[in-house]
Every structure is written in C-alpha cells, then in structure tokens.
C-alpha cells in the first residue's frame, strides 16, 4: 500500500506562482507513475500531468506552458510548480499514483489503472 500526502496549498494571487508538494511512502520500491490532477466542485478531476513508467512526463494543454513536474527521487516527493497563476486554477489539487509493470509483449513499462490518493491540498487564486 502506498499513502501520499500533499502540501503547499493555500491562496495566491494571480499572476504568482505556487509550489505543491506530494510526499510518498509505503511500498513504492518497484517504481510508481505519478500524476497530479485537480478538481473543482462540479466538475470531472483533471489530469495535469503524468510521469509515466518510463519516468516520461506529459502535461495537459491547459497548463503545458506554466505549470512543471518535477521529483525527488531520494526523499521520494514529487512537486508540481505552477506559474502564472490565472483565477480558473483555483482547484483542488491531487497527486496519485499508480503500480507500473512490465509488458513483455510491447516490451514497455505501463501503468496500472488503479491509483493510489492523497487528502488532496486546494489553491485559491483571486
């Protein structure tokens, strides 16, 4: 089982930047995809940007130019650092994180569907 936990939310005007941590722990020795997503009320969670299995990321069109996914392997944290900070980013914002495994017939590290959750940690902007 793997927990995570987020943190770094809080009110920012627009404009700034803000960064959001997501610390993991548990058993994540065999290598994790990791994701943040946010969510505001009424609305469907949207994927920000993902690491795949192959340690390859990848950003939503909406945020691609100012938002950045970056890792501590050491310690295990994965950030999210966001600029230009516009009001509509005002959100609740998630890491996951899923198993990857080897598939041996495309001969490529994939990852499971089933995603690990943190609490979650909202950013206001105004």
């Known amino acids: 089982h793997v927990q995570l936990v987020e943190s770094g939310g809080g009110s920012v005007q627009a404009g700034g930047s803000r960064r959001l941590s997501c610390a993991a722990s548990?058993?994540?020795?065999?290598?994790?995809?990791r994701y943040w997503f946010r969510q505001v009320p009424g609305k469907e969670r949207e994927v920000l940007g993902t690491?795949?299995?192959?340690?390859?990321?990848s950003y939503a069109d909406s945020v691609a130019d100012r938002f950045l996914i970056t890792r501590d392997r050491r310690q295990n944290i994965l950030y999210l650092q966001m600029n230009s900070l516009k009001v509509e980013d005002t959100a609740m914002y998630y890491c996951?994180?899923?198993?990857?495994?080897?598939?041996?017939?495309?001969?490529?590290?994939?990852?499971?569907?089933?995603?690990?959750w943190g609490q979650g940690t909202q950013v206001t902007v105004s």
């Open positions: 548990g058993d994540t020795s065999g290598g994790m995809c």
């Open positions: 996951a994180a899923s198993d990857r495994y080897w598939k041996s017939d495309v001969r490529l590290w994939k990852c499971d569907d089933h995603k690990y």
């Open positions: 690491i795949d299995g192959h340690d390859i990321s």
